[in-house]
């Protein structure tokens, strides 16, 4: 998974690049915090969801490179923009949630499970390579 587009409007970056509600909101979280980091336990006591599960969330925004993991035990985890376009983003996503609320939930809902997603993105970027 790449970084995806700083250009991208935020209801498409969810479409494409958000996977469910606990990834949209450690990143809002994050983005609003920033700089400061978390723990994957620390984070996990604000989204309700095990550390398990957080832990997971976090590997996904890292892939993506959204969030950065620090190398200290145990890791933290925090935004670090890679441009200003990417902060722009991040700035209408966070505005987009807390008004459009329910729809984005329902966005994020609707769409195939994680593993048919992942499956498609892998195969997008094996066609991508040829």
């Known amino acids: ?52 599960r957080t832990a997971r969330v976090l590997r996904d925004l890292a892939r993506m490179q959204l969030v950065a993991e620090s190398s200290g035990s145990p890791p933290k985890y925090s935004f670090v923009p890679k441009s200003e376009q990417q902060n722009e983003l991040l700035a209408s996503l966070d505005q987009v949630y807390r008004k459009d609320l329910v729809r984005i939930s329902t966005m994020i809902h609707s769409k195939a499970s994680s593993n048919v997603r992942e499956f498609a993105r892998a195969f997008n970027l094996k066609q991508e390579k040829k």
Do not use: K, Q
């Open 1 to 52: 998974m790449t970084a995806p587009d700083p250009g991208t409007n935020p209801y498409d970056f969810i479409v494409e690049n958000i996977d469910s509600v606990p990834h949209l909101e450690a990143l809002v979280l994050l983005w609003n915090s920033r700089p400061v980091g978390w723990s994957c336990d620390e984070l996990a006591s604000r989204l309700y969801v095990t550390a398990e």
